[in-house]
């Protein structure tokens, strides 16, 4: 569905990437992996507009598209859920599921629609808010998480990235968050999943991309992959 093709990128005399490349499909869970300063960040910026590349391209289907700027991005259908979650805390739920995709002025009846369809969409991800009209901070973490990716997903985009979806969240919260991106992949979505948790990675994923000091180290099937593999790739220790 999306490849990143010979990706490189420097800035002054460090090398962030350095020929990466990464095909990511319909229906699967990519899990996006390596060390602090792997390149895992700035690979991400690349594939949602906000860093322009000095060399290779973006194809989406097999043809070279433009991803100059954010917006770019989300022409192409890639929605991208950062680790920050960009929320307005002192907005409700449906405020922040549909902050920056207003159109027209506010209405009552606008109002309503938007709130039928917070609902519809919260429901179908069974995402479970007992009132949907209290601010955001009042949520739990794994809460605010799910509100996050729900808001990726009012575009109807192909591609969701999630950077660091599970950091600094409990037990309970945490399998929240991982059931529901089991439920992004039963949608149909490619999804790119950002994670120094192998075992949040091992849980979810269908394929491991390693990144190793700006390079592509490795790739695996989760299933039938031993983590010391994955951990060989990440820390340059063995032979891939």
């Not at 917070?118 to 605010?144: E, T, Y």
């Not at 991982?178 to 990675?201: K, M, P, Q, T, Y």
């Not at 992959?225 to 820390?235: L, M, S």
Request: charged share 25%.
């Amino acid at each position: 569905m999306l490849s990143a093709i010979g990706v490189s990128k420097r800035y002054n005399a460090v090398q962030a990437l350095d020929g990466v490349s990464l095909d990511l499909r319909a229906g699967e869970v990519v899990a996006l992996v390596g060390d602090n300063g792997a390149g895992k960040s700035t690979l991400v910026k690349v594939i949602s507009g906000v860093v322009t590349p000095d060399e290779g391209r973006i194809e989406q289907d097999g043809h070279p598209v433009r991803v100059n700027d954010p917006l770019d991005a989300q022409r192409i259908g890639v929605s991208t859920v950062h680790q920050d979650l960009a929320l307005c805390e002192n907005l409700d739920v449906i405020a922040n599921l549909f902050l920056g995709a207003e159109r027209h002025r506010w209405s009552v009846l606008r109002h309503i629609r938007m709130e039928r369809t917070a609902r519809d969409l919260l429901s179908s991800l069974d995402v479970r808010i007992r009132d949907i009209g209290v601010p955001v901070a009042m949520l739990s973490g794994g809460q605010r998480q799910s509100v996050a990716i729900a808001r990726a997903l009012i575009g109807e985009p192909r591609v969701v990235i999630l950077d660091e979806p599970t950091a600094a969240l409990g037990v309970e919260q945490t399998a929240q968050v991982l059931a529901l991106i089991r439920r992004l992949r039963e949608r149909g979505l490619a999804v790119l999943l950002i994670s120094h948790n192998l075992a949040d990675v091992r849980a979810v994923s269908d394929r491991i991309v390693v990144l190793r000091l700006g390079r592509n180290a490795g790739e695996f099937p989760t299933e039938g992959t031993a983590p010391e593999a994955v951990v060989a790739a990440i820390t340059g220790g063995g032979s891939l």
